[in-house]
């Protein structure tokens, strides 16, 4: 005869249980990388406790295995608020890791600065997973305490791109690369694209957008080409655009929406989607909206020493130059308007590279890391995309003859 205490206590102990902490440091901090973890690991049988100071509410079903444990979310821009605020939230999150987690739980972590989930993870004996998209420039005494935090807890640290792996140069054993992928929405939506030819050709800079993003860049792109739309499409609020260009009013080819959470209707219209942000203050991270962009078909530029740059195979579906080179951008952006043939070949590269990045196969790599596999998951991009996969030259199009 079974003794039923004992199965239910075996039940409890072979349940996978994934203690995820999302406290993040300000309010437009993109989540979506982690969300789309969790959620793959929600389908692989994980049951999932969520430590956050954010709102999820619909973004995961009534259905699913998942608890939440709200901080309250305080913002604040004070320094002595905010030194206060980051005490106050690490002894708070080490309680709650001491009375929530057990030895056999995984405590997954969202950036370098929930420490103190790291060290009750330690103390508990629990396995320690950070999942890092960003980086601050210069590492500061700060970051330098953090990431040997991580150094001396973290049993696994995985990361959104190779540069930024290659930047921290932590010394956690296992570490791998798993890059953003699609959302299933975003690959439905692309397959009602207008073709090329049916709008004007307009060039679009996508996301969540501050000083750093380049944005006195593009307006000067767009004064200099009265011929082309600009479109300055922010998810976050932008307010002042004015302050971008002291003494200067805004080109009429120049079109500004901010706080936009639907892209498609903006996707479909761009020609070609720029990222000209600056990575003085913050190691770039995966700009999402360029891969989105790139499996809508449309050609991308993108800093030559940033992340997202990892996303293109240079010159064949994308562009590598750095915001302040707007002379080589504006060459780059009259030649794919010219030339129809080069922007046609380049848009279908742009769709079938995008491809790559889709959610199973991001799902895929998610779980088999959590399993604790020996088979090392991608931790370069010649392993997932082939030892030729970056060009030597990082340069804007060579000119060529109008199609």
Known sequence: MVDISLAYHINIDVMKKVIAVLLTENKNENTSVFTQSLKALLKDGYQIDIVTNEDLTGT????????????????????????FGFISIQIRLFKTILKIGRPSNTIYISSIYPFAAAIAGKIIEAKVVYHLQEAALPKTLLQRFLHSIINRTAKQVIFTSAKLKNHLQLTTKKQAIVYPALSSDIIENAKHTLTQGQHPFTVSMIGDLGNQSGIGAFINLAECL??????????????????????????????????????????????????????KKHLEVCDIHILQAMYYGKPVIVPANSSSREFINTQKNGVAIDGKHVEAIYDTLKILNQNKALYNSMSAACKQQAALFSPGHFDKQITTLFKGSPRSVYSTLDQLFGASFFSSQVTPLKNQRAA
Request: charged share 15%; aromatic share 10%; glycine share 2%.
């Open 226 to 279: 009265p011929g082309i739309n600009f479109e300055l499409v922010a998810t976050n609020q932008l307010e002042n655009i004015e302050r971008y260009v002291p003494g200067s009013t805004k080109p009429a080819n120049l079109f500004v929406y901010t706080q936009q959470q639907n892209l498609h209707q903006f996707y479909q219209r761009a020609s070609v989607v720029v990222n000209l942000s600056d990575n």
């Open 60 to 83: 995961f079903n009534s259905s699913d295995e998942v608890h939440i444990h709200a901080f309250q979310a305080k913002h604040s821009t004070k320094a002595l608020n905010q030194i």
